[in-house]
């Protein structure tokens, strides 16, 4: 069984604020680790994807991937309050499809 | 670029009635094809996927059924519908060669 966990939240954070999301997955096959976001009521729009140990950074985003703890994070700097939503953490192995965390609610408070 | 359009955007239906929602994709060809569900609190669900033409593979056994009867078209039925089947559907695609999946706007139903 593929799983993804993360937590649901909500984590909250003052505006400025760094927000830091966790993501811990269950097959060491995994090649490749997904961040999206969605607002309530909209489908998930792509953020950052990471397939190499270490950090990857896109303008205010940092995905960050330890194969080894099979662990994966997303950190938000200058957190905005269009950032709060959710974010859904998602997993490819093999060929076939991604499988995804139940999602963290974001809350960034002005 | 590629677009994903889903229709219909909202629907109710009455329990026991059928359903189809259709998903087409516009500027790639030969593309992987997803439908999820999302439930009220929960997840994303995978329900089926097609890596080509009349190809569905299922994920979760249940009453809805997947076609693909062209390349970019992507259709979700059910002949008779539950008031467990009330969710947000997502359509998806993922282009040859990459991980990350592309979601259309998507269809809420709610079964009353």
């Known amino acids: 069984q593929k799983e993804v966990e993360q937590n649901s939240g909500p984590l909250s954070v003052p505006e400025g604020a760094i927000a830091s999301l966790n993501c811990t997955y269950s097959d060491r096959g995994s090649q490749s680790f997904f961040w999206y976001r969605q607002y309530s009521g909209k489908s998930p729009e792509l953020i950052m994807f990471?397939?190499?140990?270490g950090d990857k950074e896109d303008g205010r985003f940092t995905a960050q991937l330890n194969k080894a703890s099979q662990y994966v994070s997303l950190l938000i700097r200058d957190s905005q309050p269009s950032d709060s939503a959710t974010y859904l953490c998602a997993v490819f192995v093999g060929y076939s499809t991604l499988t995804f965390g139940k999602g963290t609610m974001l809350l960034v408070s002005p | 670029s590629q677009t994903i359009h889903q229709w219909p955007a909202t629907l109710v239906q009455p329990v026991g009635s059928p359903l189809s929602l259709e998903c087409t994709v516009e500027g790639t060809s030969n593309p992987n094809l997803y439908w999820y569900r999302q439930a009220a609190g929960r997840g994303l669900q995978l329900l089926f996927y097609?890596?080509?033409?009349?190809?569905i593979s299922s994920e979760v056994p249940q009453n809805l059924s997947a076609s693909r009867p062209q390349d970019r078209q992507f259709i979700l039925s059910s002949k008779k519908l539950l008031l467990s089947d009330s969710g947000f559907y997502l359509c998806?695609?993922?282009?040859?060669?990459?991980?990350?999946?592309?979601f259309g706007e998507g269809s809420r139903l709610t079964v009353l």
């Open positions: 097609s890596v080509g033409i009349g190809q």
């Open positions: 990471i397939y190499s140990n």
């Open positions: 998806a695609w993922r282009g040859r060669g990459t991980g990350e999946l592309f």
